[in-house]
């Protein structure tokens, strides 16, 4: 209970000290009655002090009332009300010029002259670091050089074995010519291919080619019912083998 109380008291005194307008009339009226407070601590004798309140600091009961309460509110609310305004102009000014000095200041600092050591210092700091730069280039490019070689040197096929691997059916240039030709049309008749190519090859070599593209499943053999003609078409396989090889 006496912890409460003690605590309420705490709080109402703060903010009666706290608020501007107490705050303001107490300095106020010390100021207004410095005379008052120097007797009151001098070392008078109690008797002799008040009489010289009575008769010589306050000889009226206006000068009571003016000293006591009139003239210390009146200060405190011109302090409140008043006083802010030219304030904020001084202060407003001051941070102004304050900030047009500092901006002087850093103009005058950033056009300044570097000293010959302070050159001197930067110009070693760059050297140093286009040595490092110029040294870590060439040990990366000592590292890809030695990483080419040895894909190099892992992966060294021959073309034979790189048809093999990625294109699937390995075919020769001939056959290759016989595909392009099935491509040409949609139905190529082989008797019009054996006289396309009469001068190049015999007749054996060619329908040699033609089995092993069907076989292959690169082209297919077509037969006309009645006249027994024959013609090749190509087949999505052939096609994609063309391109195979040809890209």
């Not at 202060?91 to 103009?107: D, G, L, N, T």
């Not at 930067?122 to 280039?137: C, M, S």
């Amino acid at each position: 209970m006496i912890e409460e109380s003690i605590k309420s008291i705490k709080a109402d005194l703060y903010d009666r000290v706290s608020s501007p307008l107490m705050f303001g009339f107490c300095v106020a009226w010390c100021v207004w009655n410095y005379k008052f407070l120097l007797v009151l601590l001098s070392d008078e004798k109690v008797l002799e002090k008040v009489r010289i309140i009575d008769e010589i600091l306050y000889k009226t009961d206006y000068q009571v009332l003016f000293y006591g309460i009139f003239y210390p509110l009146c200060s405190t609310l011109i302090y409140i009300f008043i006083y802010p305004y030219p304030a904020k102009i001084i202060f407003s000014f001051y941070k102004r010029r304050q900030s047009e000095i500092a901006s002087v200041k850093k103009k005058i600092e950033d056009y300044e002259l570097l000293s010959k050591e302070e050159s001197f210092k930067i110009k070693n700091k760059i050297y140093e670091l286009e040595h490092e730069y110029e040294k870590r280039e060439k040990i990366k490019d000592d590292e890809i050089k030695l990483l080419n070689d040895y894909i190099k040197s892992r992966l060294k096929i021959s073309l034979e074995d790189y048809k093999k691997r990625y294109l699937g059916v390995v075919i020769t240039n001939d056959q290759l010519d016989v595909l392009k030709e099935a491509k040409t049309k949609a139905r190529k008749n082989i008797d019009e291919l054996f006289k396309d190519n009469v001068d190049k090859k015999d007749k054996d070599l060619i329908q040699s080619d033609i089995d092993f593209l069907e076989i292959s499943d690169l082209i297919k053999v077509n037969v006309a019912s009645g006249s027994h003609k024959k013609s090749i078409e190509i087949t999505p396989k052939g096609r994609q083998t063309i391109l195979n090889y040809t890209t």
